[in-house]
């Protein structure tokens, strides 16, 4: 009897961001606790803008178990958790909180690691000797430089529009690599083989003005942006003549699944989640 009024019991997950209407983490998390038979729920919350610790304690004091944390609030989540973990500690951003057994939250970061094995697993790119840039500074680009610096890249180029912030990051970084920054209107003006997107600037409807001479012959364009069509950036590129170009839906899989891995123990099939939960008008 006890059992099973245990086992009717849901694990309680949430994402947290403002804006959150747009999210897909809850079906992922949802199919990948089908794949593993965890008991789960995983909600979205809206949470308040400059006040991430009001939303983050209201959700685990109604028992919430863990939280993925998405923008606007990674670095406030950084200083809201008790432990960190190294991938955390470096990238100096949180997006995944874990609810140890003594009450105790645990910050990491999974965008690292959920980024890298979209592009080395599923699209098969070799970063070594490559030239990177990323379009952005912010909580995502702090997650995923030190993963691509491990790569051994010819070089890394962040341009944000506020320079002050890609400065930051470089200066940060610059013991584990060749890393360089820019604003956004003076990027050096080269063909990269990597280019990531990695601003928020669609999510206000505001089209970035980019140099189209940093499009190669070979340049794989990706937008860490995921949406049912193409993204501004994916339209750019494309009318730039770039010969790949992917947008984050896979990066957001990978993400989540070691985010649930760490929460439940069990390692969920993003292979299978890809070809079941993948926007048909992208494939
Ligand atoms: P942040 O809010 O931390 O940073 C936003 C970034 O966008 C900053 O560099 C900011 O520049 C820039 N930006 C915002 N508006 C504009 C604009 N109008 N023009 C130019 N630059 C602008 O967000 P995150 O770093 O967390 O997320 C960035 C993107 O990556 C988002 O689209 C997010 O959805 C995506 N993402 C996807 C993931 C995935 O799994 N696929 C995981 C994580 C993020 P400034 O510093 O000047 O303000």
Same mark, same amino acid.
């Given at each position: 009897?006890?059992? @099973?009024?245990?086992?009717?019991?849901?694990?309680?997950?949430?994402?947290?961001?403002?804006?959150?209407?747009?999210?897909?983490?809850?079906?992922?998390?949802?199919?990948?606790?089908?794949?593993?038979?965890?008991?789960?729920?995983?909600?979205?919350?809206?949470?308040?803008?400059? #006040?991430?610790?009001?939303?983050?304690?209201?959700?685990?004091?109604? /028992?919430?178990?863990?939280?993925?944390?998405?923008?606007?609030?990674? +670095?406030?989540?950084? #200083?809201?958790?008790?432990?960190?973990?190294?991938?955390?500690?470096?990238?100096?951003?949180?997006?995944?909180?874990?609810?140890?057994? @003594?009450?105790?939250?645990?910050? *990491?970061?999974?965008?690292?690691?959920?980024? +890298?094995? /979209?592009?080395?697993?599923?699209?098969?790119?070799?970063?070594?000797? $490559?030239?990177?840039?990323?379009?952005? =500074?912010?909580? =995502?680009?702090?997650?995923?430089?030190?993963?691509?610096?491990?790569?051994?890249?010819?070089? &890394?180029?962040?341009? @944000?529009?506020?320079? %002050?912030?890609?400065?930051?990051?470089?200066? %940060?970084?610059?013991?584990?690599?060749?890393?360089?920054?820019?604003?956004?209107?003076?990027?050096?003006?080269?063909?990269?083989?990597?280019?990531?997107?990695?601003?928020?600037?669609?999510?206000? #409807?505001?089209? &970035?003005?980019?140099?189209?001479?940093?499009?190669?012959?070979?340049?794989?364009?990706?937008?860490? &942006?995921?949406?049912?069509?193409?993204?501004?950036?994916?339209?750019?590129?494309? $009318?730039?003549?770039? *010969?790949?170009?992917?947008?984050?839906?896979?990066? &957001?899989?990978?993400?989540?699944?070691?985010?649930?891995?760490?929460?439940?123990?069990?390692?969920?099939?993003?292979?299978?989640?890809?070809?079941? +939960?993948?926007?048909?008008?992208?494939?």
């Amino acid at each position: 009897m006890q059992q @099973n009024s245990e086992q009717s019991i849901s694990a309680k997950y949430a994402v947290i961001g403002n804006p959150i209407a747009h999210s897909k983490s809850p079906e992922i998390h949802q199919l990948f606790a089908d794949q593993t038979g965890e008991n789960i729920s995983y909600e979205k919350i809206l949470g308040e803008k400059y #006040n991430f610790p009001y939303s983050a304690n209201k959700f685990f004091d109604a /028992d919430g178990q863990g939280l993925n944390v998405t923008l606007p609030f990674k +670095l406030e989540a950084f #200083n809201f958790v008790d432990q960190l973990t190294d991938f955390a500690k470096h990238a100096g951003a949180v997006n995944t909180i874990i609810r140890q057994d @003594n009450g105790d939250y645990l910050g *990491t970061n999974t965008d690292g690691i959920g980024l +890298l094995r /979209d592009l080395k697993k599923t699209l098969r790119l070799q970063l070594r000797d $490559k030239k990177i840039l990323i379009i952005g =500074a912010g909580g =995502a680009t702090q997650g995923i430089v030190e993963p691509l610096l491990n790569e051994k890249p010819a070089g &890394l180029t962040i341009a @944000n529009r506020t320079l %002050h912030k890609a400065e930051t990051i470089a200066k %940060h970084f610059k013991k584990m690599g060749d890393i360089q920054s820019c604003s956004l209107n003076q990027i050096p003006e080269q063909a990269y083989d990597l280019i990531l997107h990695a601003t928020s600037a669609a999510l206000q #409807n505001h089209e &970035l003005e980019l140099p189209a001479v940093i499009i190669g012959t070979q340049t794989c364009c990706y937008d860490l &942006l995921y949406s049912d069509t193409a993204t501004p950036f994916m339209q750019w590129a494309k $009318k730039h003549g770039a *010969t790949q170009i992917v947008d984050g839906f896979g990066m &957001l899989l990978e993400q989540a699944a070691e985010s649930f891995y760490l929460w439940r123990g069990k390692r969920p099939d993003t292979t299978m989640a890809q070809n079941y +939960l993948r926007p048909k008008s992208l494939t």
